[in-house]
């Protein structure tokens, strides 16, 4: 359970997590298994500073959308290190640990990473014989089942398929479900040798029900605005519609190769090809000065505005195809008595982006929208209301804003990126690093058909250059004091497949955003390397801060941002059979420079404080008659939602709590309980709404490894 000794599996991060210079917070096999963790949603709320947001308006994302320190990482999600270009909710089936890499990181992963980047290491192929399954059952019609076959063939081949199956509705929420089921077999030769080639394949659909949350008010006489959901309206309370849908299916297959030239030269070269398709329909509600007023004089005649369709984010088929290739050549030597780890390489990555929109939200008996519904006792089953087809959206539909949409959007990005980085050891106990990343972007979007917003075209082309320099005081090998400094540069059009317009013309003279780490920190291996240490102070400043609002729209603030502070984690064996792992964060953001209403206020979606801990202890190991015990608390200081802080959400406290059996030593019984005391908390956020957490929940698993 000590995460320093977790490696982070990429060719251009060869250390292990003790000695790579920055903050890394791991989400180990162990503890999600112990937690009985089914995304990638629920493996980061081990990780603090880690945000969900719910999406934008006008095109309705949502899926895995996730904000690190505060800032934006909705395109910083990679799968042993290359980039997952799909929008959509990862399940964690095929996960072998998570980790997220805190603060500016491109000149290892490219454009973006402001806050970090997540990088999920999955399950492969390996030597060996090994066959597992579950099946877990319990609230919310909650049924799942997995199941991991590794087999080897031969002397150096091996064979392992993972799978799952799920569905569940969700807890303290009406209406919505998930059903889902993926596989991922993988085949590894010459495991071993010298050379090594490593085939994947990934397959995930999934049929859900999306949820946009609560829209939050502002009580008359208050500064400022909370989820309804505090002043007395239902948490159960889901405001879309019998047409809301969110379908994806995604298909990705990867092959990586690594060669051993010799003892001093490595070479790995990966090449993903990825394929995304997603059928999208959502009602993203809103309680305007009238619902709010109503609210607090006369409840019953509160409606909320069902944004979605005509006038909002309107239905839409996405497809989108990705290809990326990753080349590193690692060589190690000395030069007297220097030593030396010199990395180099190319990423050239390409993505496109298709969207067919659609028209709902409209009467077919007279073409006027028709999107309300009550706020105390909302009703999905509007009678009347239709899902329009590709050619009802037309300019015959009268009297409904918005009806100009284009009907067809396209996106495509091109990224052409070369690294370098060198570690010299100047003495055995002291090294310096020093590397970069340049790169060149090219991105397009046009839209047509429809009355506005047609026939429009717009581009992008820019190089950006990101260095990085780090300072290590090894004086044993378990411990290391670090400096780390580093830029990333994040430019528009970046978000091709997770955003409905990357690109317009009011948003082509935006100057890319650029933002630049100073981190002091320290980690250290105790009691015979069982526990792990880690403490870092750092100040992350960003310029030319790009918001997006509750429309879906891009702007400029211009502002200068700031978040500096503290992270602190531990990890590890306390005790013979007690395990523990606890994370600290505290910061202080800012922003600096820039929008006047904007200026000395709080960083949107960034705590100022937040804390996980997980802790478990085994009675009687071996013995017939063994438990293990285990729980944690979750807990997240309220946020802001907006730049100019005036809407929040209050703190998140999440006690969860697991006991287990070995029935033998491959049977084992579990049930984990979730949010014991049933707290309203609050999951994902945006400006204007934000999502209720599962309610009280259990689940009991059975599970069994051959």
Request: a negative charge.
């Amino acid at each position: 359970m000590n995460i320093l000794h977790e490696s982070m599996g990429l060719s251009r991060m060869p250390q292990d997590a003790l000695h790579t210079p920055q903050t890394i917070n791991i989400v180990p096999q162990l503890l999600m298994q112990q937690q009985n963790v089914k995304s990638l949603d629920e493996a980061l709320r081990n990780v603090p500073g880690i945000t969900a947001s719910v999406g934008e308006g006008e095109g309705g994302m949502a899926g895995d959308q996730f904000l690190i320190r505060g800032f934006q990482a909705q395109n910083d999600i990679y799968e042993n290190g290359l980039r997952d270009f799909g929008v959509y909710t990862r399940d964690s089936f095929d996960y072998d640990h998570v980790s997220v890499i805190k603060g500016p990181s491109s000149e290892v992963f490219g454009n973006g990473t402001t806050g970090g980047a997540i990088n999920i290491t999955t399950k492969i192929a390996h030597l060996g014989d090994s066959y597992g399954g579950s099946f877990s059952g319990g609230s919310g019609a909650y049924y799942r089942g997995t199941l991991d076959f590794n087999k080897q063939i031969g002397e150096s081949t091996a064979i392992r398929i993972t799978g799952m199956g799920n569905e569940n509705n969700v807890v303290g929420r009406d209406q919505l479900y998930s059903h889902r089921w993926g596989i991922a077999p993988s085949i590894a030769f010459g495991l071993g040798k010298r050379t090594t080639f490593t085939l994947e394949y990934f397959h995930q659909s999934d049929n859900r029900i999306p949820d946009y949350g609560v829209p939050v008010v502002t009580k008359p006489g208050t500064a400022y605005g909370l989820p309804v959901t505090e002043y007395g309206v239902k948490r159960t309370n889901w405001y879309g519609t019998s047409y809301d849908q969110d379908a994806s299916n995604v298909d990705m297959l990867t092959g990586r190769l690594k060669f051993t030239l010799n003892p001093h030269i490595t070479l790995y070269d990966d090449l993903r090809g990825g394929m995304y398709e997603r059928y999208f329909s959502s009602s993203q509600e809103a309680c305007d000065a009238t619902c709010t007023a109503n609210l607090f004089t006369n409840p019953s005649a509160a409606m909320v505005n069902r944004r979605g369709g005509v006038g909002g984010p309107e239905p839409y088929q996405q497809n989108d195809w990705s290809v990326q290739n990753v080349f590193s050549a690692v060589a190690k030597f000395d030069t007297g008595s220097i030593r030396h780890e010199m990395i180099a390489g190319w990423d050239v990555s390409h993505v496109y982006d298709r969207r067919t929109n659609y028209a709902y939200n409209f009467d077919g008996q007279n073409g006027t929208q028709k999107d309300t519904t009550s706020l105390l006792n909302p009703n999905p089953n509007q009678p009347g209301l239709l899902l329009g087809s590709l050619g009802q959206y037309a300019p015959n539909i009268v009297n409904i804003p918005g009806v100009g949409h284009a009907i067809y959007k396209t996106g495509d990005a091109t990224d052409v990126g070369a690294f370098f980085s060198e570690q010299m050891w100047l003495l055995p106990v002291f090294s310096i690093k020093g590397g970069f990343r340049w790169d060149h972007w090219n991105s397009h979007y046009s839209a047509n058909g429809g009355v506005a917003g047609s026939g429009v075209a717009f581009g992008q082309d820019q190089d950006t250059f990101n260095p990085t320099v780090s300072l290590m005081y090894t004086p044993d090998d378990n411990t290391m004091i670090y400096f780390n400094w580093a830029q990333s540069t994040t430019p528009l059009g970046l978000y091709v497949t997770n955003s409905s317009e990357p690109l317009k013309s009011s948003t082509e003279g935006f100057k890319p955003e650029r933002s630049s780490l100073y981190e002091l920190g320290a980690k250290y291996n105790a009691f015979h390397g069982r526990m792990g240490f880690t403490a870092s102070v750092f100040r992350l400043e960003k310029g030319n801060s790009l918001q997006t609002d509750q429309n879906g729209d891009v702007s400029s603030s211009s502002d200068r941002q700031r978040n500096q502070g503290v992270e602190l984690s531990v990890s590890g064996e306390i005790l013979k059979n007690w395990t523990m792992i606890g994370t600290y964060a505290f910061y202080d953001a800012k922003t600096l420079a820039g929008t006047a209403a904007d200026v000395g206020k709080r960083i949107q979606y960034a705590p100022k404080n937040s804390a996980t801990i997980w802790s478990t202890y085994t009675i009687a190991p071996n013995k017939p008659y063994n438990l293990t015990f285990g729980g944690g608390l979750t807990w997240r200081e309220g946020v802001w939602l907006d730049a100019a802080n005036t809407a929040r959400v209050p703190a998140t406290v999440e006690w969860d709590a697991m006991i287990s059996h070995n029935i033998t030593k491959r049977w084992r019984v579990a049930m984990n309980g979730y949010n014991l005391d049933n707290r309203l908390n609050y999951g994902s956020l945006f400006s204007n709404r934000a999502t209720p957490s599962i309610g009280r929940s259990f689940l009991f698993n059975l599970s069994a490894t051959y």
